[in-house]
């Protein structure tokens, strides 16, 4: 791998050649993507923690939940701009530009969330996800009220501070190793 195609700014060689199942993942997201994603790649140094990465993002992004996929691409993109996560905000930014149709919508989560136009529950989850990422500690019994008071279920909390807390964690890994969106990402869903 080139200086120009390493995912980050760490010297971790993806393992070579790729176990069968890994291989076949990656053929996958290169099949209904059209890339691997460079975090993939990223965690492909060590297969165990590409695997512990992958399986917690699919339960937390892509298995059954009371959010649907937007709500926590939107956590996702909220948590990633306050963190200033350039990889996510890229990444999942193009994933609500796909998922809502609204290319504007994408634009406003990564810049100000409070200027879209959003339902009454879509801003108590966003509201929830930027006090979990600020300042966890404060969260109260009120905080959990007003997310149910908005619709949601205990469960669909615990997704929300799920999904909010999963993105506090990979913004920091992905800053901290300077990881680079996919060149594709930029352009989808524009």
């Not at 760490?10 to 460079?38: H, I, S, W």
């Not at 879209?116 to 966003?126: E, F, G, K, P, S």
Request: hydrophobic letters at 45%; aromatic letters at 8%; glycine letters at 4%.
């Amino acid at each position: 791998m080139t200086e120009e195609t390493r995912p980050t700014a760490l010297r971790l060689p993806m393992v070579a050649p790729l176990p069968e199942a890994t291989q076949k993942y990656f053929d996958v997201c290169e099949e209904k993507l059209g890339m691997v994603p460079n975090v993939l790649k990223a965690y492909a140094f060590d297969i165990d923690k590409l695997n512990a990465f992958t399986a917690m993002y699919n339960d937390l992004m892509l298995a059954g939940s009371g959010l649907s996929k937007l709500e926590r691409e939107m956590i996702a993109v909220v948590v990633s701009s306050i963190n200033r996560c350039f990889y996510c905000l890229t990444a999942h930014g193009a994933a609500v530009r796909q998922l809502s149709g609204d290319a504007k919508l994408g634009e406003m989560l990564v810049m100000n969330w409070r200027a879209a136009d959003l339902t009454h529950r879509q801003r108590a989850m966003l509201a929830f996800a930027e006090k979990m990422t600020v300042e966890s500690f404060k969260i109260g019994e009120y905080d959990r009220e007003a997310l149910r008071d908005a619709g949601f279920s205990d469960r669909d909390i615990w997704d929300i501070a799920n999904v909010a807390g999963f993105f506090n964690m990979t913004n920091r890994v992905a800053s901290a190793t300077d990881m680079r969106p996919n060149d594709d990402y930029h352009s989808q869903a524009r």
